[in-house]
């Protein structure tokens, strides 16, 4: 038995939560992974994994085990690591989670100038907005937007708080309705970024006062921030936007602010890595140089 191997394979198991989300991870056969386990479960003289042909239940046993097989795993990765990565050259991969459309817009322009600085290492960007699991796809750092952590196996860094616009084209403004409070956008056509933790709910505030505007149905809803910005110039409605969405349609005119005495809640951006890559040289290259690059703007 290749005791790493067989571990591994465990691990991913339990994570993956089948035998053939496994195989497909680790690029191996079901049987392979079955003799994995197999041999393990024999080694141990005990059962890990429970399995039938409908589903499969981590025994007590294979509870403890799979808690101190992932501390030695990492262990041994971050020993190899320290070895890997002592010199100032960054090799390797690194897999980077980010939203779709900040990503375009400001995230990857970073990635490819990190590139620049790193040419020997093997960057693979997926751009998402869906919850994308960081542990469960190998996601080495993810760039999003949100508060707590709701994984006591993640850390994170908070990158900058982005100023939120609402805004419309000139031309929906001028066929409109009134627009003097929160209120009025009950009577609007507003654009729906659909991902958004509160699509349907606004909140504004003025000095001390808070408004929460619950949005009618929409005649437009999007999971692409960059869809819902081209919705706005073509005149369909009233879209609230990170600034940075928006800020050369509203310098062109193409796109006004509306209401802007009352400001959204702002939204914050953090990196967010699991803890045991943290020792990681080129996860913390990365982040260093995400986080230097918003100091700097």
């Known amino acids: 038995m290749d005791k790493i191997r067989a571990l591994t394979v465990f691990r991913r198991v339990v994570e993956l939560g089948s035998f053939k989300a496994a195989a497909e991870d680790l690029n191996l056969s079901k049987a392979a992974i079955s003799k994995n386990i197999n041999e393990l479960e024999d080694y141990l003289k005990s059962p890990l994994i429970n399995r039938t ?20 795993l990492d262990d041994l990765k971050h020993a190899d690591l320290s070895v890997i990565e002592s010199s100032q050259t960054l090799k390797g991969a690194l897999k980077i989670s980010v939203p779709m459309s900040l990503g375009i817009i400001e995230i990857n322009p970073i990635v490819c100038e990190f590139m620049h600085q790193h040419p020997e290492l093997s960057i693979e960007v997926v751009m998402s907005d869906q919850y994308v699991d960081l542990i469960e796809q190998g996601i080495d750092i993810a760039i999003r937007g949100g508060g707590e952590l709701s994984n006591s196996s993640l850390r994170s860094r908070k990158l900058l708080d982005l100023r939120r616009v609402l805004c419309a084209s000139p031309e929906y403004i001028d066929k409109s309705g009134e627009l003097i409070k929160p209120d009025d956008l009950a009577f609007h056509k507003c654009l729906i970024y659909s991902f958004s933790s509160s699509a349907r709910r606004w909140l504004f505030r003025n000095q001390d006062e808070v408004k929460e505007v619950e949005l009618p149905a929409s005649s437009y809803v999007v999971n692409s921030g960059l869809a819902l910005k081209q919705a706005a110039c073509s005149g369909h409605g009233i879209l609230l936007l990170p600034e940075l969405f928006v800020r050369s349609e509203l310098a062109s005119g193409e796109l006004v602010e509306v209401l802007p005495q009352w400001q959204a809640d702002k939204h914050s951006l953090y990196v967010v890595y699991p803890f045991h890559k943290e020792q990681s040289q080129k996860v913390r290259a990365f982040i260093d140089f995400v986080v230097n690059h918003f100091e700097n703007k």
């Open 53 to 72: 042909t409908r589903k499969m239940h981590i025994t007590d046993n294979g509870q403890r085990y799979y808690s101190q097989v992932c501390s030695i």
